[in-house]
């Protein structure tokens, strides 16, 4: 539990692109450290272990990172995303 597949997908699309990189010998891979940090999106303040029950949800994983509170926020946003992007296009 715990696992977020936002950030799962970000750190896997970077090193798949890398991956790509390095076999094709198109474009020079990172050669350097990688670090991700996402600290702030943490809660501000310490939440109480309520905030973090699991319920059988798919969004277990993120309530036991975020809190229901937040959770809850993040269900009620209306957006719509398009990708646009593909590998090569740099």
Known sequence: SGQLSPMMAVVG????QEA?????GKFMPIKQFFMFDALEALPD??????EYEQTGSRYDAQVA???KSIQQKIESLKYFLVGAG???CE
């Not at 699309?13 to 798949?16: D, G, K, L, P, T």
């Open 65 to 67: 990172v975020f809190g």
């Open 45 to 50: 303040e310490e939440l109480p272990m309520s």
């Open 20 to 24: 790509l990189k390095a076999c094709s």
């Open 13 to 16: 699309s970077i090193a798949a």
């Open 86 to 88: 593909a590998i090569g």
